[in-house]
C-alpha cells in the first residue's frame, strides 16, 4: 500500500478494565466489516498501555473516510472531548508513530487527527463530499495534534517534508483547541 497519512483518533470511550479493543472489533464486526477498522490501538491492560494489531497494513482500513485507501488508522482508546490523554498512552503512541513514519518514509506533517481532514479539503486533496463524512472533535478537544508532531518530531530521524502543510495543520489545531468546536460547515 502506498500510505500517505497516519490519522489519529480516539474510541470516545473511557478507557476501564475491560478490554475495550475487542468491544470495538466485535461492533465493526456486526457493522459488516471484515475486522475492525483501525490498523493499530492503544490500551491499558493490566496496568500498561499496550499497542494492539487490528487490520494489517496491507488490508485497507475503515477509519476515515476518503483516506482509507491511502493511511494508517491507529486509535487511542479514551475519550479526550472529556479529559486529557494519559502520558504514558501518548508516548506508546509517540513511540509507534515514529517507526511507522521511518518504515514508510513519511514526513511528520504525515501525521494528522481525524478533525483535521479540513485542511486537506482546504488543499484540495479531499472534496466537500468527503469532508462532511469527517466532521469530527476526533482524537478530542484535550488532544493537540500539534504538540503531539512536535514530540514526535524529537526524534533526529523524522523529518518535515512539507513545512506549509505542517504550518497548516498546526494553526488549524491551534483553532479547533482555543474554540473548542468544530466550525467550518
Request: charged content about 25%; proline content about 1%.
Amino acid at each position: 500500500m502506498n500510505f500517505k497519512y497516519i490519522v489519529i483518533h480516539h474510541s470516545f470511550t473511557e478507557d476501564g478494565k475491560v478490554v475495550n479493543w475487542q468491544a470495538i472489533r466485535n461492533y465493526h464486526l456486526s457493522l459488516g466489516w471484515k475486522d475492525i477498522g483501525y490498523h493499530f490501538g492503544i490500551e491499558l491492560i493490566n496496568n500498561n498501555y499496550e499497542i494492539l494489531v487490528g487490520r494489517q497494513l496491507d488490508e485497507i482500513g475503515a477509519h476515515t473516510y476518503g483516506l482509507n485507501n491511502q493511511s494508517i488508522g491507529i486509535c487511542l482508546i479514551g475519550n479526550f472531548d472529556s479529559k486529557e490523554p494519559n502520558e504514558n498512552q501518548l508516548l506508546k503512541a509517540v513511540i509507534l508513530v515514529r517507526t511507522l513514519l521511518k518504515i514508510f518514509n513519511l514526513g511528520v506533517e504525515s501525521v494528522i487527527g481525524h478533525r483535521e481532514t479540513y485542511v486537506l479539503y482546504k488543499r484540495g486533496i479531499i472534496s466537500y463530499d468527503v469532508l462532511k463524512e469527517n466532521i469530527k472533535s476526533c482524537p478530542g478537544f484535550n488532544f493537540s495534534m500539534k504538540k503531539f508532531r512536535e514530540i514526535v518530531s524529537k526524534d533526529e530521524n523524522i523529518r518535515v517534508l512539507d513545512k506549509s502543510f505542517l504550518k497548516e495543520l498546526n494553526d488549524f489545531d491551534e483553532k479547533v483547541l482555543n474554540q473548542r468546536k468544530i466550525f467550518w460547515i
